[in-house]
Nanobody
């Protein structure tokens, strides 16, 4: 079965940068959507960015992350990345990598079948 493992979280001052990684294993498919979500204490899980893994590499970003966050994928390493720049205290959350079993990218967390354990990002 598909397994996702995130890394790269940590503590950073406002205005700083972090790069999150999500390595996938056990994945026999080549066309699917992978995404980053985040969840702050007391808040619902929200979509951050998504990327469809075919020749189009179509991407989606939440409006509040556009211009600051960049999603990308290294197929050779089977790893999804989230480059986060100009971080703000309100970006503090647990960040999760997720993958749909099939279908287009969506900001709806319910559409995703596979999840990583999360990596904490704290911006002060």
């Amino acid at each position: 079965d598909v397994q996702l493992v995130e890394s790269g979280g940590g503590s950073v001052q406002a205005g700083g940068s972090l790069r999150l990684s999500c390595t996938a294993s056990g994945d026999p498919y080549t066309k699917y959507c992978m995404a980053w979500f985040r969840q702050a204490p007391g808040k619902e899980r929200e979509g951050v960015a998504a990327l469809y893994s075919d020749a189009s590499y179509e991407t989606w970003y939440s409006d509040s992350m556009k211009g600051r966050f960049t999603i990308s994928k290294d197929n050779a390493k089977n790893t999804l990345y989230l480059q986060m720049n100009s971080l703000k205290p309100e970006d503090t959350a647990m960040y999760y990598c997720a993958r749909r079993r099939y279908g287009a990218c969506s900001p709806n967390a319910d559409r995703y079948a596979y999840w990583g354990q999360g990596t904490q990002v704290t911006v002060s």
